[in-house]
């Protein structure tokens, strides 16, 4: 069976100080408690070294919300996959539905950077997600089909075990808009489904994927219990440790 998986996705929040209230607030709620779920913090850049030290002796686990797919060069204001390792991370988000639209990420571009992950044993958090307008046009499942053949190019069946899949339709993140579990659940079969055919029934029956998309306490059970649905990678709810306990607990 799936363990499932909560992220946090802090984005563009929290300075060294915030960032060690948030995460001792969480430590505290979470400290000799029974959890069933593996939990995972994507604090900013300037607050992973921190976040690592303050985390080490719990169950959190450290990842990064991105990183350049070169080792090193002139890339000024960019983070490469060693600097993360270095840090403590154990995952990387790559691909968020913001990284595609407002700083104009391809799926090639993406692929590239799933590759140098792995190869620096980082483990990726690959988004995929269709926009209100693709969903409109019906064609959700032509949009997640090329994010998911191109965005695992070349990746072996060995190596997808350390790669988790997160569904993020663009227009639930972050306006408070939900898919409906059914509609959530629709699109993770088919996910797994296309994983199937692209590797086979093992590789997909152990792929994690996450259903990401203003996910909140109130409507995390609905959502993690659907039968394809493993975890919540979850924007604006973890930025409360109460509201992201919530979400953990119903995991």
């Known amino acids: ?17 915030q ?28 607050s992973l070294t921190e976040a690592s030290k303050l985390i080490s002796g719990s169950i959190i686990k450290l ?6 797919f070169e080792d090193k060069g002139a890339f000024t204001g960019e983070i490469s996959s060693s600097m993360l390792k270095s840090t403590g991370c154990e995952f990387v988000i790559l691909g968020h539905s913001e990284r595609r639209t407002i700083f104009k990420e391809n799926d090639i571009i993406i692929n590239a950077k799933i ?14 997600g269709e926009t209100l307008e693709q969903r409109e046009k019906e064609v959700t499942k032509d949009i997640v089909k090329q994010q998911v053949e191109i965005g695992l190019e070349g990746i072996s069946a060995e190596q997808m075990k350390n790669i988790i899949i997160a569904y ?11 898919a409906t579990p059914e509609q959530a659940q629709e699109v993770h079969q088919f996910i797994r489904s296309l994983i199937e055919t692209k590797y086979s029934k093992s590789v997909s029956e152990s792929l994690v994927i996450q259903y990401g998309g203003s996910v ?14 493993d975890g919540a990678l979850v924007g604006g709810a973890c930025l409360n440790a109460d509201s992201f306990y919530g979400i953990i607990k119903e995991s």
């Open 1 to 17: 069976m799936r363990r499932k998986v909560i992220a946090g996705n802090w984005k563009m929040h929290n300075d060294l100080k």
């Open 19 to 46: 960032s060690e209230v948030l995460i001792n607030s969480l430590k505290n709620l979470l400290k000799d408690k029974s959890i069933n779920c593996d939990v995972i913090v994507c604090p900013p850049f300037t």
């Open 63 to 68: 990842g990064a919300q991105n990183m350049h």
């Open 115 to 128: 590759k140098k992950a792995i190869e620096y044993g980082l483990k990726p958090i690959l988004c995929i």
């Open 168 to 178: 993020e339709p663009v227009w639930a993140i972050g306006t408070g808009k939900t």
């Open 216 to 229: 909140k306490p109130e409507n995390a059970n609905e959502l993690l219990s659907q039968k394809d649905i």
